[in-house]
């Protein structure tokens, strides 16, 4: 098979598995459970091994020096496998453990000072009218989630604005994230309208949604 | 009771009778169907509507990576995968045909295992070759590829330039490329930029407030509200989604993928926008009929 074939048949794999993961707007069906299926597993095959390779580069070297102590973070990543029996479950617990805290390590370190200490100046400082505004938007909305009094006199109006804030600040997130959702289906209609030969699937593709709208609609008569 | 009930159930048989609570309930599949056509349309036949005054943040990246003098070293980190590149990819392919122009020296690298081919998707657009086959591969250009262990492993990186010792490709990092950097950590960059959907914390976090470098992104448009809470005072700016690659294409007067995406981005939001107000106008109706009914 020549590279020119198999990038065809790439193209037409990846055609119609975006189609069938698009027949979901349709309804569940076959065509989008073996996609999902087949989306999940090349995802996880594919992290496993480029995981895999990335941790030799980072080993291999160490080795090569003859620093043979990191072998042992070989033997504490074979403890995952742990997970698969009942028996050794329990060290599965082991490899979690050091990951969770090594993370955590390397994260209170850097992200006390960079994300609580750093937001928190940044709120205090006031220089213009924007940051006045987001000091206010701060303080009401922590005082929104502030449950260890009941709310009376002015603590009533400042969770009240704390509330507003916080509904501002959802629907940026929800136009944002909008925004990102259409770029998504841009990319994918683009690839399916101009990519040779993935727009020959189309057709297919609408054929078989209207056979089967037409088998609903007989089942259902 | 039972009489009672039966006025209950015939109010409710006229209630979903009415046009406005049909407004409010259409078939999604409906709007599904409507969002397909109405991004299709633009892409078959552009329509060329203006992208506005081009924002702060754009232009704050953009301004900055000018400044930056010839040969400044500037680290692309491509964390992104599938769910991000139609959004991110565009942006990271402008900033690196700007840097190409500008004459800096490129560090690819990822902290995702799907961000590989996207350095390499980047890479071809922007210098016209595979990234390992280009002349000034080693000298002007380095992939370090993927480090396992997300920000624990781009700390080991950062500490230590020589981390894993080769590239992406199996080749020597102490050879060409690192071999007159000072200190051989990250505190020899110029500039970070952080592409994809994983948060744009990590990088301040992690380059800019330990090591002191700048820091930039090009963040998938459902993170960017994160980012703003470091906006100006620690990045001088990031592009925001498909609008903010389309504007860099814009600013480097090289319309590509992004700007040919905005037609649809605009057309699939207005469509929103009206369904929006449709729903809220059946909402509003339903519920004053409601009212006058009782």
């Not at chain 2, 914390?201 to 470098?213: C, E, K, N, Q």
């Amino acid at each position: 098979m020549s590279m020119v074939e198999v990038e065809i048949l790439v193209t037409l794999s990846a055609a119609a598995i975006t189609l069938a993961l698009f027949s979901y707007l349709w309804r569940e069906n076959l065509a989008f459970r073996i996609a999902e299926h087949a989306y999940i597993g090349s995802a996880v095959g594919y992290g496993a091994l480029i995981t895999a390779e990335g941790a030799k580069r980072v080993l291999m070297p160490k080795l090569e020096k003859g620093e043979y102590i990191w072998l042992l973070t070989v033997l504490v990543g074979l403890l995952y496998l742990g997970f698969f029996a009942r028996k050794w479950f329990f060290l599965y617990r082991y490899p979690i453990s050091i990951v969770m805290a090594s993370g955590m390590g390397v994260y209170i370190a850097r992200g006390v000072k960079t994300n609580l200490i750093g937001h928190a100046l940044n709120t205090i400082m006031i220089k213009d009218w924007q940051t006045a505004l987001l000091a206010v938007g701060v303080i009401c909305g922590l005082f929104y989630f502030y449950s260890t009094a009941e709310h009376k006199g002015p603590m009533v109006y400042m969770s009240k604005v704390g509330r507003w804030f916080l509904m501002a600040a959802f629907g940026a997130q929800m136009g944002l994230h909008v925004m990102a959702r259409t770029s998504l289906v841009i990319g994918r209609i683009r690839f399916l309208l101009f990519e040779y030969p993935a727009y020959y699937l189309i057709p297919v593709a609408f054929i078989l949604v209207a056979a089967g709208i037409v088998w609903d609609y007989m089942k259902k008569k | 009771m039972k009489g009672g009930g039966w006025v209950v159930e015939q109010r409710k048989d006229e209630k979903e009778k009415s046009i406005w609570y049909k407004i409010q309930s259409i078939d999604v599949k409906w709007i599904y169907l409507i969002q397909m056509i109405v991004i299709s349309y633009p892409l078959l036949r552009p329509i060329g509507l203006p992208l506005g005054t081009i924002s702060e943040e754009t232009m704050g990246i953009y301004n900055y990576l000018n400044n930056l003098p010839e040969g400044s070293i500037v680290l692309h980190c491509v964390n992104m995968g599938p769910t991000a590149a139609a959004e991110c990819l565009p942006g990271l392919i402008a900033i690196v045909r700007h840097n190409v122009e500008l004459g800096h020296r490129l560090i690819f690298y990822t902290n995702t295992a799907t961000g590989v081919p996207y350095i390499e998707e980047a890479a071809r657009a922007a210098l016209g070759t595979e990234l390992r086959d280009h002349p000034d591969y080693g000298t002007k250009y380095v992939n370090i590829g993927y480090i396992p262990q997300g920000t624990t492993g781009f700390s080991g990186f950062a500490a230590d330039i020589f981390f894993t010792t080769t590239d992406a490709y199996g080749n020597d990092l102490k050879t060409t490329f690192f071999k007159d950097l000072p200190t051989k950590t990250a505190a020899d960059f110029d500039f970070g930029i952080t592409y994809g959907s994983g948060n744009f914390a990590w990088i301040i976090t992690y380059l800019r407030d330990p090591w002191g470098v700048p820091c930039g992104g090009g963040i998938a448009a459902g993170l960017a509200a994160d980012a703003y809470a470091y906006y100006p005072e620690k990045t001088p700016g990031f592009l925001v989604g498909l609008r903010g690659g389309a504007e860099y294409e814009l600013l480097i007067k090289k319309p590509g993928l992004a700007a040919a995406g905005m037609d649809a981005q605009s057309l699939a939001h207005l469509s929103i926008i009206i369904m929006v107000i449709i729903g809220n106008i059946g909402y509003f109706a339903a519920r004053a009929r409601g009212r006058g009914g009782e």
